[in-house]
């Protein structure tokens, strides 16, 4: 048996990691050792509230006995099989579970393994449907500013990141961007969905004018954007992007690898909102981060106008050899069995009111230009240091990791998405760590 090296003997120069300041890293780990409920534990020790749900996945809380159960059953019972025309019982129920609980009518269920795959997944499909229904022209991918839909090439090509494409230098050709509905000047502190700014969903007209609607297969949004901090949609304005791409025949993707699962208080942002969008990427709280898994959920009229032509021909030349991967299926099974036993994937909407009341009491302290929450997604922006963006919301974040909070840093904004088993008192101490830290940090 391997025995692992003490921390302190760790070599830290092989693990080069993702999305991470590697050098400033290493010179200053910080580094968790085990996890339960809503804590992490570092490997000195120390007690971190886990603010973020790991990253925005681990919705049921850490430690869950119930999963760990049903991943080792699985893996001694049935460890890997194919899904390329090979089937196991546990990816159809899976499936049949998750189309019980998809907002109304998306109910055929594709499987990825993460939140990158289910959006190059959509993608595809749109553009496969596209062509099917007699629309081969259509093949542009519309995104949006400050989107984030993962780092494959068409996620990144359709997200609206700058810092994700600039080293690579190239996307998808005949790939266009919506203007991004961030407006401190009108909507700082709101406490409810931003008033300002359903028009700005007017700006796929523009596109339309631009480009002409029979060359655009898709738009692709995230309901709230989450990687670049918690940007809700002004009130009304998913619902005039729906309006807009009905009238254009242009699908309407919905990213939901964030706020699937309960974030919002709702199943899935299709239910906050009340809009449903033609399909849906999910990934992250499948499996309550335990298991890399996605799923892309769509409607029955995309997947029935792809189940054409000779019965014997296949008809989606895509997937992975880890869709439906069986100890994924039942990592998310048990999921699925926890949030509804508890009621997580509504309980959102119970403490959705404490946890904004909570967060706004930081209005007033030095730097703080937003406050917003939606559901249990929050974000507290801090202005800029001058020519160093980043480096206050870095600081911040260093900080209260010493004083035991965890959370996802965004530029100069921080964004908290706790464990939705996450109670009042934990609200009160994430609060008061931040309130403290914001206070130290200038
Ligand atoms: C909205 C959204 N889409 C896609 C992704 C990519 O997911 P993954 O990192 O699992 O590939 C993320 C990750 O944070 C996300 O927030």
Redesign the pocket.
Same mark, same amino acid.
């Given at each position: 048996m391997t025995v692992h090296q003490k921390p302190n003997t760790l070599q830290l120069d092989s693990f080069w990691m993702p999305f991470t300041a590697n050098r400033q890293f290493k010179a200053a780990p910080r580094m968790f050792a085990s996890a339960e409920g809503m804590h992490y534990t570092t490997v000195d020790g120390r007690k971190v509230i886990d603010g973020s749900a790991g990253?925005?996945?681990v919705n049921a809380g850490h430690g869950r006995r119930q999963i760990a159960a049903a991943v080792e059953r699985q893996l001694m019972s049935l460890d890997f099989a194919p899904s390329f025309q090979m089937g196991h019982p546990i990816a159809f129920d899976f499936a049949e579970r998750l189309a019980a609980i998809a907002p109304q009518g998306l109910d055929r269920v594709f499987f990825t393994? &993460? =939140? $990158? !795959? $289910? %959006?190059d997944t959509a993608l595809k499909i749109a553009l496969a449907y596209q062509r099917a229904a007699g629309q081969p022209t259509r093949t542009r991918l519309i995104g949006r500013e400050r989107?984030?839909?993962?780092?494959?090439f068409g =996620?990144m090509s359709v997200?609206g990141i700058v810092n994700n494409r600039r080293a690579f230098a190239t996307h998808l050709p005949g790939v266009d961007h919506i203007v991004h509905t961030h407006d401190l000047a009108r909507n700082a502190f709101s406490k409810q969905l931003p008033p300002h700014g359903a028009e700005l969903a007017d700006d796929l007209e523009r596109l339309v004018a631009l480009h002409g609607a029979e060359t655009i297969a898709a738009v692709i949004v !995230?309901p709230v %954007?989450? &990687?670049t901090g918690v940007l809700a949609p002004p009130q009304g304005y998913l619902q005039r992007l729906r309006q807009l791409c009905d009238k254009h025949g242009i699908l309407l993707i919905f990213? !939901?690898?964030? *706020?699937g699962f309960g974030r919002l208080g709702t199943p899935f942002a299709a239910n906050y909102f009340g809009v449903t969008p033609d399909l849906m *990427?999910t %990934?992250?709280g499948i499996t309550n981060g335990t298991v890399?898994m996605?799923a892309v959920f769509a409607s029955r009229k995309i997947h029935d106008g792809l189940m054409t032509g000779p019965e014997s021909q296949i008809e989606l030349f895509h997937g992975y050899t880890y869709s439906a991967h069986p100890v994924a299926c039942a990592a998310g099974l048990a999921t699925l069995d926890i949030y509804e036993d508890e009621g997580l994937l509504t309980r959102g909407a119970s403490l959705a009111g404490y946890w904004s009341d909570t967060f706004h009491q930081l209005k007033g302290l030095p730097n703080v230009i937003d406050i917003r929450t939606v559901g249990l997604m929050g974000a507290v922006e801090l202005s800029p240091r001058k020519d160093a963006p980043g480096a206050r919301g870095y600081d911040l974040m260093v900080d209260c990791f010493n004083r035991g909070l965890y959370f996802r840093q965004s530029g100069d904004a921080v964004a908290l998405s706790p464990p939705l088993i996450v109670e009042r008192s934990h609200i009160d101490e994430m609060v008061s760590i931040l309130g403290d830290a914001i206070k130290r940090v200038a």
């Open positions: 990253l925005w996945c393994n &993460s =939140g $990158s !795959e $289910s %959006a989107g984030y839909h993962g780092v494959g =996620g997200g !995230e %954007a989450g &990687s990213d !939901e690898v964030i *706020t *990427t %990934a992250k890399p996605g």
